[in-house]
């Protein structure tokens, strides 16, 4: 199974909190207040965004974390990065950090590139702002209560 790690989860409910109150700066106390992901991975969550470029950080008392764009220009590939690093499905594909050991041998290796590349380029379409958005679901079909509609039954 393909899944998120829990820090980039949270870390997009984080962000999406930022974005909630653009400009404002906010304290790991009150993202933490406000999201209910404990202080401490909210601080080790700033401390991965920053230096990726999602947040910047402000000295001082009234110091902090902002986003450092709006939430429609931050994609979820960003966020995955900055977190657990190059979007890689197998060790054998660009950005992956290990080397496979059958890697020159391989006949799936082009493969799973063309796989990877295509997840990539899906986080990268979806942004934060997208995340936030509220889910709509289409309206039910109206049933027809009328009984023209229904075929008669044949007599037995």
């Not at 999406?16 to 999201?35: C, D, F, K, N, P």
């Not at 401390?47 to 910047?56: F, R």
């Not at 995340?131 to 008669?152: L, R």
Request: glycine share 8%; with cysteine.
């Amino acid at each position: 199974m393909i899944r998120l790690s829990k820090l980039t989860d949270y870390a997009i409910v984080v962000l999406s909190e930022m974005a909630r109150q653009v400009g404002a700066v906010h304290t790991v106390t009150h993202l933490a207040e406000r999201t209910g992901v404990p202080a401490p991975t909210v601080a080790k969550l700033m401390k991965a965004m920053t230096p990726a470029g999602l947040t910047t950080s402000q000295r001082g008392a009234a110091g902090g974390y902002a986003l450092s764009r709006p939430a429609d220009a931050i994609s979820i590939a960003e966020i995955i990065t900055a977190l657990d690093g190059p979007i890689a499905l197998t060790a054998c594909v660009d950005g992956a950090d290990s080397q496979c050991g059958v890697e020159q041998l391989c006949p799936m290796r082009g493969g799973w590139e063309k796989v990877n590349r295509a997840i990539r380029g899906a986080l990268e379409e979806v942004t934060l702002a997208d995340m936030m958005a509220p889910i709509t679901f289409p309206a039910p079909a109206a049933a027809t209560t009328s009984t023209a509609a229904q075929p008669a039954r044949p007599a037995h």
